[in-house]
């Protein structure tokens, strides 16, 4: 994790330690099971190609988010107010100040993206603007800041790749009925090639749903913290997630579908409700937020 001002979590810590090693295990598995039932020079390429895309995810994760949100980067002159207020909160947290970018939409959301601090950028759409304080979105660019300044933005974009391989070969398996992957070819009268692709893809496919599910629900609440702790108003954040949280629900079926994509990484989910979903439910988000409003009120607490 960085050095920075925010309040460190070594739970976040922890868990994305945790995350890395067993989707690497689990990535390692499925390319030894590809090496050993399509043959090695498949499955070795295959494995390469998918350590390929892993490394162009990580090092263009900061323009692929830009793209799915449809967002730019704004300069000073364009964005003075909104550049201003991440110029004081990272003087605030001691870390570099990420580039700042804007998403011309009505869905109000933000997120933040880029493989390193210094490869940052920290962005809100045009409909968080409109809708939230100046406290509110100060509380809103502390939570994204810190996700930047706890690099859980690349852990999420590296272990996903993981998800997006078995995805690849999970579809692939899937036309080795008609003849992909050696059809239905079987060694030792055991099950068709296609078959055993598809089983252990579909297996890493669910491992990699289920982690990166977790760990970005405990990575929300740990930039919640965080982002309340710097500014110290945990109640300016709480109420910046309920109207976001109901500007979302309010935008059109077409603004949504049109930011779907980069869901996952905004302050706010855009979709998928219940088990599947990458955020934590907003009831606990605003009770943490709720906990650390009493804390701070406290005689001698700051």
């Known amino acids: 994790m960085a050095r920075t001002r925010f309040v460190g979590d070594a739970g976040l810590t922890a868990r994305m330690t945790l995350v890395m090693f067993l989707l690497g295990a689990a990535f390692v598995a499925l390319v030894v099971v590809l090496i050993a039932v ?5 499955g070795t390429l295959i494995g390469l190609g998918a350590i390929g895309y892993a490394v162009y995810q990580w090092a263009n994760s900061d323009k692929i988010a830009m793209r799915a ?15 201003g207020m991440i110029d004081r909160l990272c003087a605030l947290a001691d870390m570099p100040k990420p580039r700042v970018g804007v998403a011309d939409t009505s869905v109000p959301n933000a997120f933040a993206t880029g493989r390193s ?19 509110e979105l100060e509380g809103v ?18 272990a996903s790749s993981a998800g997006i391989a078995a995805g690849t070969l999970t579809q692939g398996a899937q036309y080795g009925g008609l003849g992909f992957f ?10 068709p090639v296609w078959l055993i692709v598809l089983l252990v893809s579909l297996i890493t496919y669910a491992v990699s749903f289920v982690l990166l599910r977790l760990l970005s629900r405990y990575r929300e609440l740990s930039a ?26 309010a935008s059109p079926q ?32 605003v009770e943490q937020l709720a906990r650390i409003q009493a804390e701070l009120d406290r005689p001698g607490a700051v």
Do not use: F
């Not at 399509?38 to 498949?42: F, L, R, V």
């Not at 660019?141 to 810190?146: K, P, T, V």
């Not at 779907?260 to 907003?282: E, R």
């Open 38 to 42: 399509i043959g090695g020079t498949i």
């Open 69 to 83: 949100m449809r967002a730019r980067e704004v300069t000073p002159q364009e964005a003075p107010e909104l550049h």
């Open 117 to 135: 601090p210094d490869r940052a950028v920290v962005c809100v759409t045009t409909g968080i603007l409109g809708i939230l304080t100046a406290e």
């Open 141 to 158: 660019l502390a939570h994204e800041l810190s996700h930047v300044a706890h690099r859980d933005v690349l852990v999420m974009t590296v």
């Open 182 to 191: 050696g059809g239905n070819r079987r060694g030792n009268n055991g099950p």
């Open 224 to 249: 919640d913290r965080a982002g309340a702790y710097l500014t110290l108003k945990p109640g300016a954040l709480a109420s910046a997630l309920q109207k976001i949280a109901g500007g979302v629900q």
């Open 254 to 285: 077409r603004d949504l579908r049109a930011v779907s994509a980069g869901s996952a990484l905004c302050i706010s989910p855009i979709n998928l409700k219940g088990l599947a979903s990458t955020h934590p439910p907003l009831e606990k988000r």
